[in-house]
T-cell receptor, first 117, second 115 residues
Framework: GDSVTQMEGPVTLSEEAFLTINCTYTATGYPSLFWYVQYPGEGLQLLLK?????DKGSNKGFEATYRKETTSFHLEKGSVQVSDSAVYFC????????????????FGAGTQVVVTP | GAGVSQSPSNKVTEKGKDVELRCDPISGHTALYWYRQSLGQGLEFLIY????????KSGLPSDRFSAERTGGSVSTLTIQRTQQEDSAVYLC?????????????FGPGTRLTVT
């Protein structure tokens, strides 16, 4: 079945450092890929998405490129801030089975990121 | 506008009791999802409703779990004879599936503690 693997945390960084969170996936169809973020005490929010190979999703200075050849969707940010401290979840939705529907999300385990001043 | 709301925000129950968790999706969203977030299992899909189609129940962990969606809007997740392993945060999400905008919007969750 479909699965998502992401690097374990916590990842601790200093402010203005470069952040990478690795994410790889296994899927039988043609999945869409997502990064969700959960800030302390808040609900899950969509950070960015990519729907097909070579698409780049970006938001709030974060970027991720859908790499079909390596089945990866790594999240990057060039200069993190303390406010980026959160748990980040990589996820996929297999759109193959049901047309015009993203269907259920399959999540990775989540990576906690701690940014210190 | 109003987002996805869930109630109660916290629920403590004794082992063996039944509980009902409620989700109010964003108005106009035809798709509704339930997920569970627990320490041991991470984020797991439970059940998915899309319009009038039969729900996808493939993620429900046992027959003690059931869910319904009345009138294509509000959904209730019911857990019968609760067990300690049911303790988790139950998340509801909705989306405009089928219209070209598929982002899932999540509610704040219901934290269930089974004692």
């Amino acid at each position: 079945g479909d699965s998502v693997t992401q690097m374990e945390g916590p990842v601790t960084l200093s402010e203005e450092a470069f952040l990478t969170i690795n994410c790889t996936y296994t899927a039988t169809g043609y999945p869409s890929l997502f990064w969700y973020v959960q800030y302390p005490g808040e609900g899950l929010q969509l950070l960015l998405k990519a729907t097909k190979a070579d698409d780049k999703g970006s938001n709030k200075g974060f970027e991720a490129t859908y790499r079909k050849e390596t089945t990866s969707f790594h999240l990057e940010k060039g200069s993190v801030q303390v406010s980026d401290s959160a748990v980040y979840f990589c996820a996929l939705s297999d759109t193959f089975v049901v047309a015009d529907s993203w269907g259920k999300l399959q999540f990775g385990a989540g990576t906690q990121v701690v940014v210190t001043p | 506008g109003a987002g996805v709301s869930q109630s109660p925000s916290n629920k403590v129950t004794e082992k063996g009791k039944d509980v009902e968790l409620r989700c109010d999706p964003i108005s106009g969203h035809t798709a509704l999802y339930w997920y569970r977030q627990s320490l041991g299992q991470g984020l797991e899909f439970l059940i998915y409703f899309q319009g009038n189609s039969a729900p996808d129940k493939s993620g429900l962990p046992s027959d003690r779990f059931s869910a319904e969606r009345t009138g294509g809007s509000v959904s209730t997740l019911t857990i019968q004879r609760t067990q300690q392993e049911d303790s988790a945060v139950y998340l509801c999400a909705s989306s405009l599936a089928g219209t070209g905008n598929y982002e899932q919007y999540f509610g704040p969750g219901t934290r269930l503690t089974v004692t």
